[in-house]
């Protein structure tokens, strides 16, 4: 069972960390944009993925983990399949808001999107203030370094 949390009642989930799974896609990244260019893109490469998908990745691993389909280390164990246990009654509304975040949306974008498709706002702001968002964020490893090289 090692690298796996027991659920009760449930199968054995994984554990990975963000930062290492991070590593991976920057390097897939790096690989693919060098092998176009015909030469190694270096750090700049990595860092361009930082800029423009970092967010993303780290928005769809946290979903996942509330979901309860993986355990991230570096996530709030607390928030860990909040979904199994939660808004079982309005999961149609859930699945919606869900895939709003994954794709980048912040919770003004989702509010107006729900005024707009005339969701239930009570309903929609009960979800967004029980997932928190905006609580939920991780830096970067390179954030962290530029902070301690600033000090």
């Known amino acids: 069972m090692n690298g796996c949390l027991p659920l009760p009642n449930a199968t054995p989930v994984m554990q990975k960390s963000v930062h290492r799974e991070c590593i991976e896609e920057e390097n897939k990244h790096k690989w693919i944009e060098s092998e176009k260019a ?8 990595v860092r ?3 800029h423009e998908h970092w967010t993303g990745y780290l928005r769809a691993r946290w979903v996942e983990h509330l979901q309860g389909k993986c355990f ?7 928030d ?4 199994l246990r939660e808004f079982q009654n309005k999961k149609e509304l ?20 729900a005024v707009a498709n005339k969701y239930p706002t009570e309903q929609v702001n009960e ?14 490893r390179f ?9």
Not at 72 to 78: F, P, R
Not at 127 to 140: E, G, P, Q, T, Y
Not at 143 to 151: M, V
């Open 127 to 140: 979800i967004l203030a029980a997932l928190d968002v905006n609580s939920r964020r991780l830096a970067h």
């Open 94 to 113: 859930l699945d919606l808001i869900l895939n709003q975040l994954k794709a980048g949306k912040e919770n003004l974008d989702i509010l107006d999107w």
């Open 72 to 78: 991230w280390i570096e996530l709030d164990q607390g």
């Open 80 to 83: 860990f399949g909040l979904l």
């Open 38 to 45: 015909g030469y190694d893109l270096g750090e700049a490469s």
């Open 48 to 50: 361009r993925w930082v």
């Open 143 to 151: 954030d962290t370094l530029s902070r301690e090289h600033q000090r």
